[in-house]
Each structure stands twice: as structure tokens, then as C-alpha cells.
């Protein structure tokens, strides 16, 4: 298969090859039509000199006429043979003109019998002027007789020989001149019909030549753009197919090896992560259970540092801090399995999980005296219920920590399926919304605003949000607004 470099010279030379013919097609028509237009120019200057010859024949033949009127006394003093021999030769000239231009065409060879003709006709005319000549003498020696016997033999061979056959010359050079006439008119209107027809059939072969590319090298373009689109969303399992054996199918597969070590990589790093959190949690929770107790005993017995701490201060310390260090540890689990796909599939409910999200919550809901509002139906999903869980989980908790005002509100609405079928849904509480320098970090990971918590929690949400083909929008609208899409996971095209 031709490579793209390859392919580039070949439509180039292609198109180059169209517009050459174009142009030799126009040129080739136009010398047609300007050969075919010197025809009819010879033409109409040959039947002029024909007519010129024929009428000063008949001058010429009006001194034998004289002399047969004359009983050979008397004949015109004006000789016109020099003038007849110049309008032959004028004649035979352009007739071997046209010949040329019109080579072994039935019009040249009607030409090439027409040239003999017009030689013999002049042959015998010279004839005929040798005995009007001789005449002419005779008569001036006043040897009458013989002058008119030979005027007589001239005047004989000129109407029985010479005029009939220099009419049929005229005729035949008007019936040539017509000829050419009607061809030139065709030439004509083929020289204006060519570029016509030629310009926009080599255009069109132009241009599709163009879109034949150019649908290649788009194709293998988009390609490309859609695999970087699957990597850009994590999907690391995409694997891209020009379809080509060419320059893009060499960027295709550095490509699909990149993303294969991208997978390899990400997995490690996500296995690392669960086994790091994992077992950091075993000895974080046996510090913390230590810590209580600890803080206990050493409460009750009211034993302080030498500064006067108390040492049952100090271990709440310990217990609140490792407390801490046990939620950041799970959250990074939560953060770590958020982005996996989902092994255990089924159709969800979705009023069920947040039903549950909100019964969690309850003692917060009630402690901060929020009031929480949810559409009647939140419609239902192919997915992994525990990851549906961690998404409203997480954004009712980020709702209920900035959600400080005077009567505070959260709300879950349906907003019903888009246009690709992906389910719509809204997060808003009336608090004091998102600070606009934090909008476009909202959602990376450990980015906490004021009075944040671990800084994972939104980051889990995208993740999860971006596993089924959706995409989240967070702004501000008298209180933070959170809308987002998820699409049923037997949907993913992976």
C-alpha cells in the first residue's frame, strides 16, 4: 500500500498530467480553428483571383473578337495576357497554401485535383494567347485571311474548352469556400466549446482526486484524534486501526504501544496504591484503638506533662490525628477503585442508592438543620451500585460541609436522558457556592478549597462521572450547582 509521501506525488503528477491535457485540448482545438480560418481566407482570395483571371480572359478575347468583326483589319491595342498570367499564378499559389494546411483531408484533396485543374486550364489559355497573338501579327503584316482563320481556331478553343472548364473551376472554388466556411464555423464553435468542457471535467477529476486523499489522511486523522479522546478519559485499552500500511498506521502503533505501557504503568501504580493504603490501614487502625484507650486511662487519672498538658489531651491528639490519617487512607481506596471498571454490573435505582446516601447522613442532615429534596423518580442505570453510592456520597458530603446559610437546602433532581441517551442529573445546595479562582481546579485530586476535607472526594466523583461516559460541569448559581451525565455501562463502547 502506497505510503502517504507517495500518494501526495502521485495526485500531484495526476493533476499536473490533467491540467496539461486541458491546456493542449484547448490549444490543439484553437490551432484547429485557426488553420480552418486561413482556409476560408485562401479560399475567398482564390475565387477573387479566379473571377480576376476569367475577366480579363474575356478582355483578352475581345481582341480576337475584334479581329473576326474586323474581317482581321482591326483588334484592341491594350494587352491584358500579363494580367491573366499574374491572377493564375496568384492563383496556383494559394491553392498550394491550402493544400498545406489541409494535408490528405478530402478538402486537400479535393484541393490537389482542383491545383491540376487550374495548371491545364492556364496551359491551354497559354495556347489560346499564342494564336490571338499570332493573329494580331498576321493582321498587322495585312495578311487579313490568315488573321482570321486563326482568330477563328483561338476563339473556337476558348468557348468550347477553355471557358466551360474555367467555369467549372469558378464553381468548384465557391463550393470550396463554402466548405471551408461551414468547417471554420465548426472549428470555431468547437474552440469555444473545449475549454467549456475540459476546464470543469479536469476540475472535477481534480477535486476528486483531492477528496480521495484527503478522506484517507481525515480518516487516519480522526482516527487518531478518537484513540487520543479514549487515553485523554483513562480509557487506556484503546487500540487504534488506520486501516493503512503507512505513515499514520507507524504513529498509530507508537501510539497503541504507548497507551498498552500507559495501561501497564496506571495498573501497577493503582495496584501499588490499594496495597499501600491497605496495608497502611492495619497498623493506623491499631493506633488509633491504642490511642482510645490510652486516652482513656490517662483521663481518668489525670496525670499531666511537665508543662501541664494533660497526657489524656495528648492522646486524643494521637486518636484524632490518626482518625484522620484512616479517612485520608480510605478515601485514597475509594479514589484508587473509583476509576476500575466495574466487575459486578446491574441494573441500579437510582432513588434506592440515594435513599441510602441520605439515611447515612441523616445525623449531619439533622444537626445542620438541612432540608433535602429529591425528585420522586431518579430513573434507573446499568452500573456498579457501589460506585453510583461513592458519586452521590460524596457530593451530598460536599454539599452538606459549604452548604452554610440561614435555612439550608440540598437538591437531587432528574433532568431526564440527552440526546446520546446519557441520564441527566443536578447536585445544588444554597450555601455560599464555590470560590471562582477554585472553579477550574475543582476536581483535581487533593485540590482542597477553604474548609476543605482530604481534597479526594470531588476527584472521585469525576472519576466515576468520566467511567460511563459522562461529564460533570460544576458552577454557581445561588448556591454550588453540580450537573453531570452517566450513560448504562452495556452502552460503553470500550
Known amino acids: ?50 473571377q480576376t483571371a476569367a475577366r480579363n480572359v474575356g478582355l483578352e478575347m475581345d481582341r480576337a473578337d475584334d479581329l473576326l468583326a474586323s474581317n482581321g483589319t482591326r483588334y484592341g491595342k491594350v494587352d491584358y495576357n500579363g494580367r491573366v498570367e499574374d491572377s493564375f499564378t496568384i492563383w496556383e499559389t494559394l491553392l498550394r497554401e491550402n493544400i498545406k494546411l489541409s494535408g490528405n483531408s478530402n478538402l486537400g484533396l479535393r484541393q490537389k485535383s482542383e491545383l491540376a485543374r487550374v495548371e491545364a486550364l492556364q496551359k491551354t489559355y497559354e495556347n489560346i494567347v499564342l494564336q490571338v497573338d499570332e493573329a494580331v501579327a498576321a493582321s498587322t503584316a495585312a495578311n487579313y485571311a490568315q488573321a482570321v482563320t486563326v482568330t477563328t481556331v483561338a476563339a473556337g478553343t476558348y468557348r468550347t474548352g477553355f471557358l466551360p472548364a474555367l467555369e467549372t473551376a469558378i464553381a468548384n472554388e465557391q463550393a470550396d469556400a463554402a466548405s471551408a466556411d461551414v468547417q471554420s464555423k465548426s472549428a470555431s464553435s468547437t474552440s469555444r466549446t473545449v475549454p467549456l468542457v475540459l476546464a470543469p471535467v479536469g476540475l472535477a477529476l481534480v477535486a476528486l482526486i483531492s477528496i480521495i486523499l484527503m478522506r484517507d489522511v481525515t480518516k487516519s ?10 487515553l485523554g478519559d483513562d480509557d487506556f485499552d484503546v487500540v ?43 497498623p493506623l487502625s491499631t493506633v488509633m484503638l491504642a490511642s482510645e484507650l490510652l486516652e482513656e486511662e490517662l483521663l481518668a487519672k489525670l496525670q499531666s506533662t511537665e508543662y501541664d498538658t494533660p497526657l489524656g489531651e495528648l492522646a486524643r491528639l494521637i ?22 471498571f466495574p466487575v459486578d454490573v446491574e441494573e441500579v435505582l437510582v432513588s ?13 442532615l439533622n444537626n445542620e438543620g438541612i432540608a433535602i429534596n429529591v425528585t420522586s423518580d431518579l430513573g434507573s442505570l446499568m452500573a456498579n451500585p457501589a460506585q453510583i453510592y461513592q458519586l452521590f456520597a460524596n457530593l451530598v458530603s460536599n454539599a452538606i460541609r459549604y452548604g452554610e446559610c440561614e435555612k439550608p437546602e ?46 479526594i472526594g470531588l476527584a472521585t466523583v469525576d472519576k466515576i462521572v468520566k467511567l460511563y461516559g459522562g461529564e460533570i460541569a460544576a458552577y454557581n448559581d445561588n448556591g454550588a450547582v453540580f450537573e453531570f451525565t452517566l450513560k448504562d455501562w452495556e452502552n460503553q463502547a470500550w
Not at 485520608?328 to 473509583?338: F, I, S, T, W
Not at 442508592?353 to 449531619?364: F, L, P, S, W
Request: no cysteine; glycine share 10%.
Open 319 to 340: 486518636k484524632d490525628n490518626t482518625g484522620k490519617a484512616v479517612n485520608l487512607v480510605d478515601e485514597l481506596l475509594r479514589l484508587a477503585e473509583a476509576g476500575q
Open 410 to 455: 440540598i437538591d437531587i433532581v432528574y433532568l431526564g436522558k440527552d440526546e446520546s441517551g446519557a441520564h441527566r442529573y443536578r447536585v445544588r445546595d444554597n450555601g455560599r457556592g464555590i470560590a471562582p479562582n477554585n472553579l477550574d481546579r475543582l476536581f483535581e485530586p487533593f485540590f482542597k478549597g477553604e474548609g476543605g476535607g482530604t481534597g
Open 221 to 230: 486523522i480522526t482516527a487518531l484524534k478518537n484513540g487520543a479522546q479514549q
Open 240 to 282: 487504534i486501526d488506520i486501516g493503512r500500511n503507512d505513515e499514520f498506521k507507524q504513529v498509530a502503533d507508537a501510539f497503541n504501544s504507548m497507551a498498552s505501557g500507559l495501561k501497564h504503568s496506571t495498573e501497577e501504580l493503582r495496584q501499588y496504591a490499594h496495597t499501600v493504603s491497605h496495608d497502611l490501614k492495619g
Open 352 to 364: 434506592e442508592v440515594v435513599k441510602q446516601v441520605v439515611n447515612g447522613r441523616e445525623i449531619d
Open 1 to 50: 500500500m502506497m505510503s502517504v509521501r507517495t500518494r501526495l506525488v502521485a495526485s500531484t503528477i495526476i493533476e499536473f498530467v490533467i491540467f496539461v491535457l486541458i491546456i493542449a485540448g484547448i490549444v490543439i482545438s484553437t490551432g484547429r480553428s485557426d488553420r480552418n480560418d486561413n482556409q476560408v481566407r485562401y479560399s475567398l482570395r482564390r475565387l477573387s483571383e479566379a
